[in-house]
């Protein structure tokens, strides 16, 4: 509306302001809708946490791989905290990161399942400043699992947790 209102005509630092503020809005709605529809998405219910990721990263807008042990199913809360850390893990890269790839990685590692985000992109994030990364720790810590982040200034950025699951 800002922008309709203003037109083309004006300052440009508003402007483009304006068309941030656009993009940021559209993609918090886009986020919303994912979360809404992604409570627990019906991929995930219904084919397992292999197919799910490979759902997250066609979506992502960062170009993203899955690698690793995809195969088979999990518990239902072990799939549906590793979904969860690599959803909140590309929005994170998508908004953050500069990134210009990720890569997500599964593996079953004795009676965990260790699931790691990884990007190329500008790094320094930090999850104890209260962000979107405290969350994720939060969230894996609740099934009783480990969280860490990895983030050199200009290193990239590496999300690693583990998950107890008996797998």
Same mark, same amino acid.
């Given at each position: 509306? /800002?922008?309709?209102? +203003?037109?083309?005509?004006? $300052?440009a630092e508003l402007r483009?302001?304006? $068309?941030?503020?656009?993009?940021?809005?559209? #993609? /918090?709605?886009?986020?919303l809708r994912a979360f809404a529809r992604g409570i627990h998405p019906a991929i995930l219910t219904e084919a397992g946490l292999? !197919?799910?990721?490979q759902s997250l990263a066609e979506r992502s807008p960062v170009p993203a791989?899955? =690698?690793? $042990? &995809?195969?088979?199913? #999990?518990?239902?809360?072990?799939?549906?905290?590793?979904? +969860?850390v690599v959803c909140e893990a590309l929005a994170n890269v998508a908004r953050h990161a500069d990134a210009s790839a990720v890569a997500i990685h599964v593996a079953r590692v004795d009676g965990r399942l260790v699931v790691e985000v990884a990007d190329d992109g500008v790094?320094?994030? &930090?999850? @104890?400043?209260?962000?979107? #990364?405290?969350?994720? /720790?939060d969230r894996v810590l609740v099934v009783n699992?480990? +969280? @860490?982040?990895?983030?050199? !200034? =200009? =290193? =990239?950025?590496?999300?690693?947790?583990?998950? !107890?699951?008996?797998?």
């Open positions: 509306m /800002a922008r309709a209102r +203003f037109g083309t005509q004006g $300052d483009i302001t304006l $068309d941030e503020a656009a993009s940021q809005a559209q #993609l /918090a709605l886009a986020e292999g !197919p799910a990721l791989t899955v =690698g690793g $042990d &995809v195969s088979g199913r #999990l518990p239902a809360p072990v799939e549906a905290t590793a979904y +969860f790094g320094g994030a &930090v999850a @104890e400043r209260g962000s979107g #990364l405290r969350g994720l /720790a699992g480990r +969280f @860490e982040v990895h983030s050199p !200034p =200009g =290193g =990239g950025t590496r999300l690693v947790a583990e998950i !107890p699951c008996a797998c």
